[in-house]
């Protein structure tokens, strides 16, 4: 299934034309008198895979939060899909760093939140899709850490929709559960061709998974570079290395020069 | 003695079923099986101690049986009693209970419901509701009487008082403390108004609500047991106080029994109607004693 996915990859992307998915141009921010976004301009393509990097505080996470509708700015402008956003929509879905999954619905009423007649079937194919379809009618307690974000994903994936913001959400897994999650993500993409705006703390996550990196500092974006490895990537591969530790070096940077001021 | 019975039982069926498994398993399964039958036996232990004790003290002229009348003795009041006037006088008391119970905790749910959601409503009411929950519903008695003689509703207000706010607090307090990130994924999702609290609120807040449910039936008795000591022509209290002005220590103390399993009964469904609303919780628990 992977190789096949590989495939689609190489002829072309799933999602073809320059239609933005995200457009976003002048966008402030402000909580009382202190700022988190300033002027902010982005857009993300539909389809694409973009990864945002940056230090807690930069203000990623408020960003996500625009783009989803918890919150509204403060100026400027969100579009999504063309149109102009009017908080939550069905075609957004988010991913959390803890998997926020509800202590009182089994596994399956979990992923079928929100969703229609038809929950139970969506539920059952979308679980098998992420590997837990044999967990459907357990508790959210008895899963481990690394499943809990799998059924938060099938969740997010349920209502297919066609954009996914992922705010951390494999911080707090070890790290061989975290590939594994790493290679889930990247399937599902590959599979669905949706719009994946991923925050993370992990260089070297963003370059594995993203087409394009972006770092964030002081509530701006300031560096856009796009990764144009071929899949799977080799994370031993010289060039990967070399664009790893191209935006390490910028983000030490910008941390020593703000402990400088 | 029964124990004994029961484990040497267990331990022999299970030998029976397990002549294919290793040894130290099999003796796993014997001690689990043990430890299983004296968990069970153990909460048991304290009043059968209690009740021997009790019965060697009166037996050998110790204590008075005006004081303290043999437990054979209580038993006997207790027959009598059943055989007499004590079904209906169970049947009044309970339906007292039950109904200040439901008039007092729904009230309480509601408002409760009401000041968890909205600000306007915490506002105009949280703040009085805490002022009169100082005030010792006892403190009430006279002007019940006043207001309502020795009736009924008298006792089914008492114990609506008492009842009311344990389930105010606890469904306020349950509300406000459901996780906000729950909230924001319900939303995300596409909940809101009625969907979000059927789906995210209301399950949220319903361990904190079974909580007052519980302690609120402890008060129900407390409340019913002043109100029909004071001022009642039925009901066991109303027996007890009876049988306290004839000297009757027996029926006295066979009263207070009954107030006791009527007590533990109530405590026992209300477990029971948790674990059955609250089956995720139950789970839970299972997790952390293993």
Redesign the interface.
């Known amino acids: 299934m992977i190789a096949e996915a590989y495939q689609r990859e190489e002829q072309g992307p799933v999602i073809t034309g320059s239609a933005s998915a995200v457009s976003i141009s002048a966008l402030d921010k402000a909580y009382g008198s202190r700022a988190v976004l300033s002027g902010l301009n982005l857009d993300i393509s539909a389809g694409s895979f973009v990864a945002l990097v940056g230090e807690s505080g930069c203000g990623k996470s408020t960003l996500l939060r625009l783009i989803?509708g918890?919150d509204s700015p403060s100026g400027g402008v969100i579009e999504i899909n063309g149109a102009l956003s009017r908080g939550?929509c069905?075609e957004?879905?988010?991913m959390?760093q803890?998997s926020?999954l509800?202590?009182?619905?089994r596994v399956d009423r979990n992923v079928g939140?929100?969703l229609a007649e038809d929950w139970h079937a969506r539920a059952t194919s979308v679980l098998g899709e992420v590997g837990l379809a044999d967990r459907a009618g357990d508790?959210?307690?008895?899963l481990s850490g690394g499943q809990r974000q799998r059924v938060a994903l099938a969740?997010a994936l349920a209502?297919n929709p066609k954009i996914l913001l992922l705010d951390e959400p494999l911080g707090a897994l070890d790290a061989l559960t975290r590939l594994d999650m790493q290679r889930l993500i990247e399937r599902v993409w590959l599979k669905r061709g949706c719009t994946v705006l991923l925050i993370t703390h992990d260089v070297e996550e963003a370059i594995a998974l993203a087409d394009r990196v972006l770092v964030m500092e002081g509530g701006r974006i300031t560096v856009d570079e796009s990764v144009t490895l071929s899949r799977p990537r080799d994370r031993a591969n010289g060039e990967f290395i070399a664009q790893k530790e191209r935006l390490l070096g910028r983000l030490l940077k910008e941390r020593r020069d703000r402990h400088e001021q | 003695m029964s124990n004994n019975v029961v484990v040497t039982k267990g331990v022999r069926a299970v030998r029976a079923s397990a002549s294919s498994i290793p040894v130290a398993q099999r003796a796993e399964r014997i001690y689990c099986v043990k430890s299983r039958v004296l968990a069970a036996a153990l909460p048991f232990a304290l009043p059968l101690t209690l009740l021997v004790l009790w019965q060697g003290l009166t037996h050998s002229g110790i204590v008075l049986p005006a004081i303290l009348p043999s437990p054979a003795n209580v038993f006997r009041a207790e027959v009598h009693l059943a055989r007499t006037e004590l079904w209906a006088d169970m049947g009044i008391s309970a339906r007292r209970a039950f109904t200040g119970f439901l008039i007092g905790g729904s009230l309480g749910f509601i408002l409760g419901l009401f000041n968890g959601l909205f600000k306007l409503s915490e506002q105009i009411f949280d703040s009085t509701v805490h002022a009169a929950r100082t005030v010792p519903i006892f403190a009430l008695i006279p002007l019940v009487i006043l207001w309502f003689g020795i009736g009924e509703e008298a006792k089914i207000f008492i114990v609506a008082v008492g009842v009311f706010f344990p389930i105010y607090l606890n469904t306020y307090y349950g509300v406000r403390s459901v996780?906000p990130?729950?909230i924001?994924?319900?939303?995300?999702?596409?909940?809101s108004g009625l969907s979000l609290f059927s789906?995210?609120i209301f399950?949220?807040a319903?361990s904190s609500i079974m909580v007052g449910v519980r302690f609120s039936l402890g008060v129900m008795w407390l409340a019913l047991i002043v109100a029909e000591t004071i001022a009642a022509d039925s009901g066991i209290g109303y027996i007890t106080n009876n049988a306290r002005e004839s000297m009757q220590t027996d029926v006295v103390i066979a009263g207070i029994l009954i107030y006791a399993l009527l007590g533990k009964s109530a405590d026992l469904v209300s477990r029971l109607i948790e674990r059955l609303l609250?089956?995720?919780r139950s789970?839970?628990a299972g997790?952390l004693k293993r």
């Open positions: 989803a918890l939550i069905g957004i879905r988010m959390f803890d926020r509800f202590p009182w619905k939140l929100g508790w959210p307690s008895v969740r209502g | 996780d990130g729950l924001e994924v319900g939303r995300v999702y596409g909940l789906e995210v399950p949220g319903l609250l089956p995720w789970h839970e997790l």
